[in-house]
């Protein structure tokens, strides 16, 4: 059975620093494995995927993953916070035709 | 990509009476989904909804609550029927446009607010 857990439910940075999001993931099969972004008061949006092609993801506003099988991670990254980053991301995770899963959710905070 | 708009986009409801979410997508899709995201949790698969079949419902809901019509492949509404306090949620609606990768584009959301 597939699984999905963020391990941080909030994430504070200061603008201009370096911002990780940490996802782990539990499939049977070679998941495809997402990140999606819902800022305030906004519908989601796909920040970037991985469906077995590359190991490094590259996704819109800067965002990047990286899928470790051996460690079962998708963690985001972003090499420098913008005020704009502040929203909820969510790390999801599906198995060919199953069902997607979706972790819990993890708040980005960004300090002045 | 897909371009997808619902109605309403807020609403603030009182108990016992039912409220019906629009979802509009501007391209044909097959599979459609309802989700939820009540206060301060991820979402929730509410239903699959596919245009020509009846939708397919997760564990934990149903139809008489949750009815859902699919009557072409660019529309669909969930219904909240006899709602109380613990259906104040966002409602979200996605389409599918890739199969095989199972990436989704969501509609902008429905705030329902049940007083």
New interface residues.
């Given amino acids: 059975a597939q699984s999905v857990t963020q391990l941080d439910s909030h994430v504070s940075v200061s603008e201009g620093t370096p911002v990780l999001l940490r996802c782990n993931y539990s499939s049977s099969y070679s998941p ?1 494995l ?1 990140w ?1 972004v819902q800022h305030p008061n ?5 920040l970037l ?1 991985y ?1 077995s092609a590359a190991t490094l993801v590259k996704g819109i506003n800067g965002f990047e993953a990286e899928f470790k099988k051996s460690e079962t991670s998708f963690h985001l990254t972003k090499p420098s916070a913008h005020m704009s980053d502040a929203a909820e991301y ?1 790390c999801v995770v ?1 198995e060919g ?1 199953d ?2 899963i ?4 993890t708040r980005l905070h960004i300090l002045p | 990509s897909a371009v ?1 708009s619902q109605k309403p986009s807020r609403d603030i409801c009182q108990r016992g009476t039912s409220l019906t979410i629009q979802c509009q997508v501007d391209s044909q899709v097959t599979m459609m989904f309802w989700y939820r995201q009540q206060p301060g ?5 509410i239903a699959t909804a596919n245009q020509g079949s009846e939708a397919t419902y997760e564990s934990g809901f149903v139809i008489d609550k949750f009815p859902i019509s699919r009557p072409n492949l660019t529309f669909s509404t969930l219904t909240v029927s006899n709602m109380s306090p613990e259906d104040s949620s966002i409602y ?1 609606c ?1 389409v599918d446009l890739q ?1 095989v ?9 429905t705030r329902l607010t049940v007083l």
Wanted: proline share 3%; glycine share 14%.
């Fill in positions: 495809s997402f999606y906004k519908g989601l949006q796909l995927k469906t969510f599906s035709d069902k997607i979706f972790g819990k959710g | 997808i949790q991820s979402l929730t698969l979200l996605s199969a990768y199972n990436e989704q584009f969501f509609g902008p959301g």
